[in-house]
């Protein structure tokens, strides 16, 4: 009977020690995305595991001790990335009619969103905006202003790619992908990110009783620790009571 509330004691001991260091990080996220950013927190070497969600969604989930660490890590790789809207959301149809005017100014956004996340696929890119400006009409419907295109990007300063020599190739794909736009009307700028400063990497963990348990989970380990020996102690206890009362019984019988 000790024995199988020992093993109960240590199984209930783990339980608690692993659901009670983890936070939440993030919730809603794709399974491409979630993987991203558990890999990218490993390789800064921060634990993280993904756990189902709502709807095929997943969540990632953080040491407690390690959360703060953790959002500025992604902070500094640009994750997780912007959610674009995509064009077949924009343009359902919702049985109301819209006016030319509307459903250009519509398609507008929804190009700007496409290429941006297109934009955004490119290594070293943390963030991708683009911003079309509808050429002006006078009231015959003659455009008297072309069209413009701006497109800012924040990249990482430290990745591996050049994206300053990339500028001509970014310009002609905004160019190939919006119609009547000239060349010298598209404006490509580039920004590079602020590198952080990040906190150095806290011990891993620590061992307690032969367990390897997260820093900020020790006190609690001790805790749980002493309550599971003071029921030890209480079992063996009356144990051997029940012990002397059946041996004194016994002896009084015969």
């Known amino acids: 009977m000790a024995t199988r509330f020992l093993k109960t004691a240590t199984a209930l001991l783990a339980c608690v020690i692993l659901a009670g260091c983890e936070a939440q990080l993030f919730d809603g996220l794709g399974e491409n995305e979630a993987n991203e950013i558990i890999a990218t927190l490993q390789d800064n070497g921060i ?98 202003a072309p069209a413009s295109v701006s497109v800012f990007i924040k990249f990482n300063a430290g990745a591996d790619t050049d994206l300053r020599s990339r500028v001509p190739d970014i310009r002609q794909f905004v160019l190939n992908s919006i119609p009547n736009v000239d060349q010298d009307k598209i404006h490509v700028s580039l920004f590079p990110a602020a590198l952080k400063s990040l906190p150095p990497t806290a011990s891993r963990t620590r061992s307690v009783l032969g367990m390897q348990v997260a820093p900020g989970s020790v006190g609690m380990v001790w805790g749980l620790t002493a309550a599971v020996g003071v029921l030890l102690l209480a079992l063996a206890g009356g144990g051997a009571y029940i012990f002397i009362s059946r041996k004194r019984l016994t002896a009084t019988r015969g």
Do not use: C
């Open 47 to 144: 634990n993280a595991t993904k756990a189902a969600g709502e709807e095929g969604t997943y969540k990632v989930n953080v040491d407690e001790a390690d959360f703060s660490r953790a959002v500025n890590v992604l902070d500094a790789y640009g994750l997780p990335v912007k959610a674009y809207d995509r064009m077949g959301e924009i343009f359902k149809k919702g049985g109301i009619l819209s006016t030319p005017l509307e459903e250009k100014v519509r398609y507008m956004y929804a190009l700007q969103e496409e290429l941006a996340k297109t934009l955004n696929e490119i290594d070293g890119v943390l963030s991708a905006r683009v911003h079309i400006v509808l050429p002006e009409e006078n009231e015959m419907g003659e455009n008297i």
